[in-house]
């Protein structure tokens, strides 16, 4: 049975840094690409980091370029969001899914960030 868990999500002040896991199980995590995607209050899902483990590459879109960073542990089935500088746009939920492009069945149940000013 696929499964991805997200967990990490929090409060934090406007400036400060989480990181996310999401946890595998039920597939082999490197034949699998890994997105992290975000959802504010009220607004599409978006596409915020993803990490093909086929070819090792890593997408981030221009709004958190250079301010989050996605890693995975293949041992421990495990991808992380490390997230910094964060504002409060950042806030809202976050979810794993597996792929890059949001079409997948397999997501996550999402973990809430929330980024106070």
């Known amino acids: 049975q696929v499964q991805l868990v997200e967990s990490g999500g929090g409060l934090v002040q406007a400036g400060g840094s989480l990181r996310l896991s999401c946890a595998t199980s039920g597939f082999t995590l490197s034949n699998y690409a890994i997105g992290w995607y975000h959802q504010a209050p009220g607004k599409e899902r978006e596409g915020v980091s993803c990490i093909s483990h086929s070819d090792g590459r890593i997408y981030y879109p221009d709004s958190v370029s250079g301010r989050f960073t996605i890693s995975s542990d293949l041992a421990k089935g495990t991808v992380y969001l490390q997230m910094n500088s964060l504002k409060p746009e950042d806030s809202g939920v976050y979810y794993c899914?597996?792929?890059?492009?949001?079409?997948?069945?397999?997501w996550g149940q999402g973990t809430q960030v929330t980024v106070s000013t």
């Open positions: 899914a597996a792929d890059c492009w949001g079409t997948t069945e397999y």
